[in-house]
């Protein structure tokens, strides 16, 4: 029998989580869930969460949502860059962080059910705070403490 402080605490990690929105911070933490996904010989999943002024404005109409989409393709290509150059799959998805009909649709629980969805074993939260070259519609720097609260899974913060 193995003593207490023989316990295998490997982790074991399939699926890599990083939530992006444009932002540096959240370019940080792909290049972080990459690396993890390396170490571990994971995937990685980049969901691309879409701000509440951003979401708005295409329901609205106010803004082009093709100029938003080549944006955000631009941003995920470079993410996919990072992936190639480590030989890590990634898969990515796009989700509106907002919801004016569902009070429970939020960023953090956006995360969550995608983490869910594609059965990430670890997260990878940017946490810095947003600065001022950013583009429009960055969101999650104010999401990371409830994914680090409600997280079934390990979490990163960068």
Known sequence: MAAAGDADMSLEVGTVLVPVDGSDASGTAAEYAVAVAERYDA????????????????????????????????????VRELADAADVTLGTSVMHGFSTRRKTHHPGSVILDCADDVDADFLVMPREARSSVDPPGTVLEKVAEYVLLYASQPVLSV
């Open 43 to 78: 995937d990685v999943h980049a969901l691309f969460v879409l701000g509440d002024d951003v979401a708005r404005s295409i329901v609205d109409g106010d803004v082009d949502e093709d100029g938003i989409a080549d944006a955000h393709q631009s941003f995920l290509a470079d």
